[in-house]
Structures are given as C-alpha cells and as structure tokens.
C-alpha cells in the first residue's frame, strides 16, 4: 500500500500503514485529538459479543469491560452501545436464527437484555465501576424536550461516575420509530453526549477497499477524509443471521459524526484492547477524520 500523502481533498482515501506514515497535518492532529478525548462512545456489535450460536462470548465481553474500566480509571466519560439482546435472547430459547415477526423479535429482545445486562453489570462490578442503562427509540431524539432529558440523563450519570450501557429499546420500537442499526444509534449518542470520539468495535478490521471477504487482495485504508458515494457503492454489506448492520451503517454513522466534528474510529472488537491502543494515539483499523459540515454529495444535493 502506498504512503500517505501531505495534500487531501473532500472525500479522499489515504492509503498508507503504521504510525510513521502518518504525514497529514490533519491526521496527526486527529490523533493527538483522540489521546486527549475526555468523552468516548464505544458500540459493540453482536457478532463481536456473541458466538455464532447468539451464546454471549464472555472472554470478549470481559476485556471489553476491563478495557472499558480502565478508560474511567483516567477520569473519562464512558458510554458502551451495546447490541446483542435479540440475539441471546434467541440463544435462551433455543433459536438458531432472527424470527421474521415483530412481536417475536421484541419479545426475545426483552429476555435477552436481561441477560445481557447481568452480564455487564457483574462484571462492571467486579472492575469497581457502577454501570446504567438507557434504552433509546428515535422519537426520543426527535422531540426536542425528550432530547433534553435525555441529555441531561446522560449528564447525570457521568456526574455519578456510572458507565451508561445503550441499546436500541427493541421491546417497543416499530419500523417508524427505530434507528434500525446500533451504528446510527451509537453516532446519534456521541452527538449528544458531545462524545470527543466514536470507536465502532465490528467483525472487520477497519475499511477496505473493496470487500475481504470475497476479495483475497482487499486493502485496509487507515484514513479516510469525508463520505462521498464512491465510497458508499463501494461497500457491500457483510452476511451475519444475528446483526443488522453492515459497512454502509458504519459509513452512515460516520456522516453523522463528520457533520459535528467528532473523530469516528473502525476497528477490530475481537481484541477489546484495541481501543487502549487507539486511546493511546495508535494508528489501528480506519480512522474517519472529520471535515466539518456536510458531505460534497449533501451540499450538491441542497
């Protein structure tokens, strides 16, 4: 893969690996903007928590949660978007895949939440941290008093030192309701928390260029300078019974964050660790560096 180059433009891919690569004063700039990120949003997908069979992975989770401990450990703002309930709750009764109707889908939401909270919750615990819960449907944020006490719950809870875990309230949300991934929800809670950071924790090592798992001589790109539709086409959602999101909701959370200046970060969750790494200013997985504003396709478009 080729250096990284000194000139960007809006929407452009920067190749290049390894920390001494990193010659854009606007990338160097991220990171140190990243190590000193007093708020942080970490999500967690389903494949990354769970095993194929929807049992929770408790090796991963338990690093996650020490990783995470120790980010409040350095008096940060933690926030852990959590996805998953649907399906350990499949896993409690037994299934093998995502029922099709919505009061199933909700009803294995709620047994499944439970359990994963247990989970959290003990082992938070154990790490001498105190961690909540919210649970989030859009029309929260879409009403602007809803989204005042939701921030101001969030404010809160930082006050107290508690770690907020967030999902998707799936036992309520219908099709007009739901953000319908946990990558739009994570970017929508770093928006409001004034998160200085999203790190997006996946089954993927970061963005590529075209997709690895059909692709044997895929490309991981470091740095990623503004979403343009180029960069949209060229994603293809992965396969998985258990999530719902792909490479384009990451890329659709990053739009979100781009637009209020907040650093976005794709890496692997099959290491938690990585985001010590990333704390610590490493270059790991793709860093989507923020522009500020709308997208060159958005601003056509208007």
Not at 67 to 74: G, H, I, V
Not at 125 to 133: D, H, K, L, P, R
Not at 142 to 148: I, Q
Not at 226 to 240: A, M, P
């Amino acid at each position: 893969m080729g250096d990284v180059i000194d000139e960007k433009r809006d929407g452009e891919i920067v190749e290049g690996t390894g920390r001494n690569n990193i010659k854009s004063k606007d990338a160097r700039g991220v990171l140190e903007k990243i190590k000193k990120a007093k708020t942080v949003v970490i999500k967690v997908g389903t494949s990354t928590i769970t095993h194929h069979n929807g049992t929770i992975n408790l090796l991963v989770v338990e690093k996650l949660v020490r990783a995470l401990s120790d980010l409040k450990n350095e008096n940060k703002n933690v926030v852990l978007v959590t996805s998953g309930a649907i399906g350990v709750g499949c896993s409690r009764m037994g299934l093998t895949k995502k029922p099709e109707s919505l009061p199933e889908k909700q009803a294995l939401a709620a047994i499944g939440q439970v359990n994963l909270m247990h989970v959290y919750s003990r082992l938070f615990s154990e790490y001498g941290q105190i961690a909540s819960q919210i649970l989030l449907t859009k029309d929260v944020i879409e009403d602007d008093e809803r989204k005042l006490n939701a921030i101001n719950t969030f404010n809160t809870l930082f006050k107290y030192g508690s770690i907020p875990i967030v999902n998707e309230n799936d036992t309520v949300a219908t099709e007009e309701i739901e953000f319908g991934d946990n990558d739009t929800l994570s970017a929508v809670v770093a928006v409001l928390v004034k998160a200085d950071l999203l790190i997006l924790l996946s089954d993927i090592d970061g963005l590529y260029d075209k997709n690895p798992r059909r692709h044997s001589d895929a490309k991981l790109i470091p740095i990623v300078y503004g979403i343009t539709r180029q960069i949209e086409q060229n994603c293809q959602n992965t396969d998985n019974s258990f999530g719902t999101g792909g490479m384009i909701t990451k890329l659709a959370a990053a739009k979100i964050c781009n637009s209020h200046g907040i650093p976005m970060v794709i890496a692997n969750g099959d290491n938690p660790y990585n985001i010590c790494r990333i704390i610590n200013g490493e270059l790991v997985g793709t860093i989507f560096v923020p522009r500020g504003g709308e997208d060159e396709d958005e601003r056509s478009a208007g």
